[in-house]
T-cell receptor
């Protein structure tokens, strides 16, 4: 059973709209959580990193939240652009092991 | 900076053939990894090398071998390819020891089809 579950599996939004992606994990002991963006045909690229003590972190139009008590994280995309079309992967680190979610595919339409 | 470079980008093999996927990084990272990515699944670790001269099995090592040729290069070999090995393969590197705690930088991937 995957220790990192992401939802939804995919979503379609109109350009300029906001969306939120969810990540639930059971990985323990928790070290940090990263959100990666993977463009089609490319390798994943890190967007944000969240440690145990952090609740919110922003990177431009991307805002990640973390609730370490409920083991949930979200990635909010504000004012989406066509270039936001990609797969977003939640990656949870437990000391010396990375656990990857299956990703959420976001399609932004004009 | 090139970052992490993988070759080839695409490959089609017949069942039973062998091949080596090449990976090189120019960031002077200690640790390097090979992952495979299949539809609907997260990236799964095949092998990793925490430092030059060491390699260890990951989550799905069967059917693969690796060589950490030097600090820059980490190759993945399929000795006898099987259709179940059809996947997209990613090489990654990171500064720190092991796979946790530090950012992993990924190559562009190798799309392998075994027929």
């Amino acid at each position: 059973k995957n220790q990192v579950e992401q939802s939804p599996q995919s979503l379609i939004i109109l350009e300029g709209k906001n969306c939120t992606l969810q990540c639930n994990y059971t990985v323990s002991p928790f070290s940090n959580l990263r959100w990666y963006k993977q463009d089609t045909g490319r390798g994943p690229v890190s967007l944000t990193i969240m440690t145990f003590s952090e609740n919110t972190k922003s990177n431009g139009r991307y805002t990640a939240t973390l609730d370490a008590d409920t083991k949930q994280s979200s990635l909010h995309i504000t004012a989406s652009q066509l270039s936001d079309s990609a797969s977003y992967i939640c990656v949870v680190s437990a000391k010396y092991k990375l656990s990857f979610g299956a990703g959420t595919t976001v399609t932004v339409r004009a | 900076n090139a970052g992490v470079t993988q070759t080839p980008k695409f490959q089609v093999l017949k069942t039973g053939q062998s091949m080596t996927l090449q990976c090189a990084q120019d960031m002077n990272h200690n640790s390097m990894y090979w992952y495979r990515q299949d539809p609907g699944m997260g990236l799964r670790l095949i092998y990793y090398s925490a430092s030059e001269g060491t390699t260890d099995k990951g989550e799905v090592p069967n059917g693969y071998n690796v060589s950490r040729l030097n600090k820059r290069e980490f190759s993945l070999r399929l000795e006898s390819a099987a259709p179940s090995q059809t996947s997209v393969y990613f090489c990654a590197s990171s500064e720190g020891h092991g796979t946790g705690g530090t950012e992993a930088f990924f190559g562009q991937g190798t799309r392998l089809t075994v027929v």
